[in-house]
């Protein structure tokens, strides 16, 4: 029997676990190197983290890991119960938060090491967390797809820290009851990018609509086939990138994204020296528990149950 430590929040809802210790060794690399290792040769701990009967579909997993890029005080791999995450917006929030709890970061600006690049992380001192994430942009505008049961569907393909498609004319009510519906819909989605050698690697889709309180309101399918309780800080990075493409949305501007459960982030972008834009993403996280994953040998699901 062994036991590995961890600590849970939740972002807008949305539920991140930091593994504060890996029980493996994954080298010295650069952290897509040490994400590549973790899939290839211990993939049964991610599922051990983040699936049933320990987790569910909506767990996002952080494994904490040292920097590799050494302007970084630490690094993170994220992950969930299908696979890997790039980067993750509401994961960041939670992961500094939860450093927080620990004493191991005090309020003021901070910077974290992951797959895809070092991010900036503000601790407020009313326990806000700004994320300044990657580099965002869209790759394409009003791209056509033809999707079984829907017919034509147009929408952009953006990356925020993970591959977005955004789609507005969706003709569906972004509301919780709707829930099944927007997945359903999602998932007819992801259904027909993934056949399409152009588009495989959207693994997020992102239908927007109107807002009572905000700029906007979404709802995010994650890769894992659960929805963002949160306003997903990668998804408003790419929907950023579309409004700037687009000559709606300046420099500093603020833009309020609402989740689906009505929870919001609040957004803004500068451009950096290479014309490249670089969001903000500022939301509430709190932590609701803590604890020690008890891996049993004699438990026939102490890896999870797939
Ligand atoms: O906040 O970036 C995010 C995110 C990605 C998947 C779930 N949340």
Redesign the pocket.
Known sequence: MHSVPFVDSHTGG?PTRVILEAPFDLGSGSLAERREIFAAKYDDYRRAFCTEPRASDTT?GALLVPPSDPTCSVGVIYFNNTGY?N?????TIGLVRTLEYLGRLQPGPHRIDTPVGAVGATLHADGRVSIENVAAYRAEKGFVLPVDGLGKIAGDIAWG??WFFLIENHGLEIALKNRDQLTDYCLRVREALALRSETQKID?IELLGPSHVADSRNF?L?PGGAY?R?P????TSAKLACLCADGKLSPGQIWRQESVIGTIFEAAYHLDRAGSIIPTITGSAFVNAKGDIVLDEQDPFQFGIS
């Open positions: 949305e996002v995450l980067m993750c917006g509401h994961g820290g993970n997020h995010v994650c963002d949160s997903c800080g990668t998804g």
